[in-house]
Structure formats: C-alpha cells, structure tokens
C-alpha cells in the first residue's frame, strides 16, 4: 500500500489511498477529502481490505471525524464493506437511489439503515465544513446510476470507473498518448454507449479540472492530460455502438 498527496494546503487535503487488494482482486483506489479536520471518504470497498484501510485512515482522521462516505455505484469493489464502514464511523453513506435498496444484500444493519442517503439523478451539493462539493451525474458511466465528486479546492474530479486504467504500474499519467492502451479496452467494452460520453464531456467541461482521480489506475494530472482525456472519450465509441456482429445465436459448445 502507498498513500499519494495529490492536493494539500492548511486547511484542505486529497489523500489517494493505494492499493488494498490482494490475489485476484482488481486494483482499486481509495480517496480522502480532509477539509478543516472532517473528511469524506470515497469508494472504500471490500471486505478483505477494510480493516487495513481502517487502520490507514485512522492516520488522518478520528473515525468520529469522517463525515461523509460516498459510493459512485453498486459494485462490490465498492460498496461490500458498507456496513463496516458504517458501523466504524459516525457518517452517512450517500449513493444514487437505485442502489439504495439493492446494498442491503451485503449485510447492512437495520441500525444502519437510515444512515444510506439517497442521491437523486441530477446530483446534490454536500458541504464539508465550508466546501461545497458537487456530487454530480455521470450515469451509464458505467452504472445506470452512478455519480462522481467535484472538489472546487483542489479541482479534483473524482471519477469512479470513467477514466479507469488497467495493466499500469503508473500512478500518475504523464503522457496521455502512451496511456491510452491501458484505458482502451475498458472502456470500449464497460460503457454502453458513446452519448454518455459525451453528455458527460459537455458537463464537466464547464468546471475548472485540475485533475482526474479514477478509481483504478493512474490519476491524470494537469489540465493538458484532463482535456486530452475529455477529449478522447467524447469521441470514442462503445459498448453497443460496437455489437452489430456480436448479438448472433451461440454455435459452438462452451470451452470449444
């Protein structure tokens, strides 16, 4: 595990947590806004990771302290240690209201329950001590309700599975060009559809981005690789706009 200081001030702070999974788990990210002594805690996941993860963040703030847990979407890299977190914190889970429901199944306490705020599809501001921090849409991207974090401080974007990379090493992108065959196939393949991307481009391009932090992979720093990967996806296609040739009937038998 390292930790990344990807913003800091005195007042404000933006911790990549990096990375807690281990034998075929997939590579994830964790994120921490700290802003004067409260924190929201982003995408914590799973639950071989979360007493090391506890454990980690406890560096940085009494559990009392993290105010906000936040999950873009439902995955179980995601959400499956949502009761822990619950339990070991004093914060209220926030998630779109399609999912609301559905994380039940990973065991929450009915104690719990009410804690899980529900986000409705066109996002919500959450003040964090003085910050207002845009939770804003980015739905079928990949999930049919999923949203991302704006941080006006750092102008970070915190963009769930959008910008995902897979296969690198690297923490930060330095070069975007040469980054691309880490982000390609995912997504071409995890996306349904190119007009998300580019609903999504025209939004975001209204805010003022320093950086891009995805939940997996390497963070894209600087506004030159931020525009360079707004850019590309806007014009990128996937998912179904890809699949004429794939919805056939099956011909041969599995493993042949």
């Not at 339990?87 to 994380?103: I, P």
């Not at 390609?184 to 209204?206: C, D, I, S």
Request: proline share 4%; hydrophobic share 40%; charged share 20%.
């Amino acid at each position: 595990m390292a930790e990344v200081v990807l913003y800091e001030d005195s007042n404000h702070k933006n911790i990549l947590m990096e990375d807690y999974s281990e034998g075929e788990m997939i590579p994830a990210n964790q994120h921490l806004i700290i802003h004067n002594g409260k924190g929201m805690f982003l995408d914590p996941g799973g639950h071989k990771m979360h007493s090391k993860l506890f454990a980690d963040l406890s560096n940085h703030l009494l559990p009392m302290d993290v105010k906000y847990l936040f999950f873009s979407h439902q995955d179980p890299d995601i959400v499956a240690a949502i009761n822990f977190w619950l339990m070991a914190t004093e914060a209220d889970g926030y998630m779109s209201s399609l999912w609301t429901r559905f994380v039940s199944h990973f065991g929450i306490d009915s104690m719990m329950a009410d804690r899980i705020k529900p986000i409705h599809d066109e996002g919500t501001l959450l003040d964090l001590e003085g910050v207002q921090l845009s939770v804003i849409p980015a739905h079928f991207l990949h999930s049919c309700g999923n949203f991302q974090v704006y941080d006006p401080v750092s102008k970070i974007l915190y963009s769930g599975d959008l910008g995902a990379s897979i296969g690198t090493e690297d923490r930060i992108v330095e070069d975007f060009d040469s980054h691309v065959q880490y982000i390609e196939g995912f997504h071409k393949r995890y996306m349904p559809t190119n007009k998300g991307y580019q609903l999504w481009a025209r939004m975001v391009e209204q805010l003022d981005i320093e950086m891009i932090a995805p939940q997996h992979g390497a963070v894209y720093k600087g506004k030159e690789n931020v525009k360079k990967f707004i850019d590309w996806v806007r014009d990128l296609p996937c998912g179904l706009d890809t699949m004429d040739e794939t919805y056939q009937l099956p011909t041969k038998l599995y493993g042949s």
